[in-house]
């Protein structure tokens, strides 16, 4: 509470274009293109699997160990089989099957590692085809254990990498949509190995649509982390998934044969680059977590329009829209995070208070409909919106007060919220005591070590700043840099904030090179994990620009203020006041530029 700081088109504009592009019957490549239906996995290769004394849980290395010479289910399959590529015996998997149900030309590609459960692959595609509501028997996936031939891969022969380089570009292009298969969530295997890294790689870079896809139980698993509340040093899920964010990197992808390792991250280092490509998978993810939770949300609101809700189901129902709007607010979708709070403030203001039902429940509807007042203030403080942010503060307050009196931690956090519209407001007195307040409260009952105290100390940093007092500004923020590193390690949004903090401190001294370090340390954390559009990033822009103005470098200011201004717009739309401050900058920088080339 406390404010202490699906990729791609359409499925049948997807389809349209695979059939546009790949190749079909009688034409030379029509073999390459050939892939299995999802009804055919879940039916037939799976009577195959269990046939062969395995199930779901088996692993496609399970399935077929390409190191034996003892043929598994997949090179079974083909071994009689004349292969209409070459026409030689032994075919691959797809092109020993017949049947439209079975088998066509290929719709997906699945981009996956072979330690994958087959039980996990088949879930995720079956769940895509419902949610997009795809025919599994006429949604065909291509995928590389089955659809390139392990018979002549386990002969060996010698295939520089130039030349499959070119050839898995080929059919990467020729398909179009990627389907990148991840898990867990917080952890995927998929980033750990190098030929999943290089199958992303030829997706960016060959401008494919990419979805991420994943097991149903890793989708309820991270729902149940982002609905679950913060631990007892103010950790909660969303920093469960900005730690997966955080965790992603190329150039620690792991393969069994170092020269495949050196060939694929050359092509990344003299491509897009490892950070680039870094953020376009973060960005990927990002994508299918929205997707995710809208999808949840979605569900949710129907569950509740059922005439059968009880008074339980309702304040639940009020909740979750509650933890799904402080996850939009966080990852920057402030209007949609409004949406939400209005949402779930509905459901709790109609509770019947009165019904047999409801006698005894746990929780207070008080303090819900009093944490909303909280959440609306703190959108509305974002959306621009300084006076009816203070008016909700005023009524969380008051009813936090009456609840759990003047030394309770959720009355902290509404002296805090209070303190940081009165600052914006630049009534910085005002704001100095309720953040003082909040800290007392804060520091008697989490402690030092916790992420509302650091971002309390924090926040009087900034008001210590403007009232003039950069010494006692310097103390808070190095107390704020310290607990958020212990907490959160060195890479989390937290530390983004910290380091603009000392960046424009640094500023504030005139001191414009440490202020651009601790800028750029800045955005790159929050580029890397919360996106280029994200609000939070947007500032650490409009910082660095506003140093580098002052050092006279203005062809770098305006490349930041541009950013700044594009983001911003992204996320509140034209005619938000942080907008306008952004061009407001861009003008000033634009005229600096033209005056200083007539000088």
Request: charged share 25%.
């Amino acid at each position: 509470m406390k404010q202490k700081a699906t990729v791609g088109v359409s499925p049948s504009e997807s389809q349209a274009a695979a059939v546009a592009t790949t190749p079909k019957k009688g034409d030379p490549n029509y073999y390459e293109f050939l892939a299995p239906s999802v009804h055919h996995l879940s039916t037939q290769l799976m009577d195959d699997i269990e046939a062969a004394g395995l199930d779901r849980n088996a692993t496609i290395y399970d399935i077929e160990n390409l190191r034996s010479t003892e043929f598994g289910v997949i090179r079974r399959k083909g071994a009689d089989v004349i292969c209409p590529i070459d026409e030689r015996k032994g075919a691959a998997y797809v092109h020993s099957i017949n049947g439209d149900d079975n088998v066509g030309t290929a719709t997906f590609m699945i981009s996956y590692a072979w330690k994958y459960q087959i039980g996990d692959i088949i879930d995720s595609l079956e769940a895509y085809c419902a949610k997009r509501n795809l025919d599994p028997k006429k949604t065909y996936i291509w995928m590389c254990c089955l659809c390139v031939n392990q018979h002549r891969v386990t002969e060996g022969g010698s295939v520089s990498f130039d030349v499959f380089h070119e050839t898995f570009r080929h059919r990467v292009r020729g398909i179009g949509h990627i389907l990148a298969l991840m898990a867990p969530w917080s952890l995927p295997e998929y980033l750990r190995r190098v030929w999943c890294i290089f199958e992303m790689y030829e997706s960016y870079t060959s401008g494919c649509e990419v979805d991420i896809i994943m097991p149903p139980e890793e989708e309820r698993q991270l729902l149940g982390a982002l609905t679950r509340g913060n631990s007892v040093d103010g950790k909660n899920g969303v920093d469960d998934l900005f730690k997966a964010f955080a965790d992603t990197n190329v150039e620690n992808a792991e393969a069994s044969q170092p020269e495949d390792k050196e060939n694929i991250l050359r092509l990344i280092r003299e491509g897009p680059g490892y950070a680039e490509l870094n953020k376009q998978i973060n960005n990927y993810m990002r994508q299918w977590v929205l997707t995710v939770v809208k999808e949840a949300v979605k569900k949710t609101q129907s569950d509740l329009k059922s005439d059968f809700s009880t008074p339980k189901d309702v304040i639940e129902g009020g909740t979750y829209m509650s933890y799904i709007a402080a996850f939009l607010g966080t990852v920057g979708d402030k209007r949609g995070a409004l949406d939400h709070y209005f949402i779930a403030m509905e459901l709790y203001e109609s509770v019947d208070l009165e019904a047999p039902d409801y006698n005894g429940h746990e929780h207070d509807v008080q303090d819900y409909i009093a944490r909303t007042y909280n959440n609306l203030g703190e959108c509305m403080e974002n959306m621009g919106d300084l006076d009816k942010a203070l008016e909700y503060h005023n009524k969380c307050c008051k009813q936090f007060e009456e609840v759990y009196g003047t030394d309770h931690i959720n009355t902290s956090a509404s002296y805090f919220n209070i303190g940081a519209v009165k600052r914006k407001q630049e009534d910085y007195e005002g704001a100095l005591e309720m953040f003082m307040k909040s800290l007392a409260i804060d520091e008697r009952t989490n402690g030092t070590y916790h992420a509302d105290t650091a971002n309390t100390y924090d926040y009087i940093g900034r008001v210590k700043q403007q009232m003039g007092d950069l010494d006692g500004a310097l103390e808070m923020f190095n107390k704020n840099m310290e607990i958020s590193s212990k907490l959160f390690g060195d890479n989390h949004p937290n530390l983004a904030i910290a380091y603009g903090g000392l960046g424009l401190l640094h500023h504030t001294k005139e001191d414009y090179d440490s202020a651009i370090e601790c800028h750029k340390k800045s955005i790159q954390i929050s580029e890397n994990i919360l996106g280029t559009d994200h609000p939070d990033t947007a500032s650490c822009y409009l910082n660095i620009g506003g140093a580098y103005y002052y050092k006279g470098k203005y062809d770098s200011a305006l490349n930041y203020v541009t950013k700044a201004e594009e983001a911003y717009t992204a996320t509140y739309g034209e005619g938000h006041p942080k907008v306008h401050s952004s061009t407001t900058w861009k003008d000033l920088i634009i005229e600096a530029k033209t005056g200083a080339a007539n000088e």
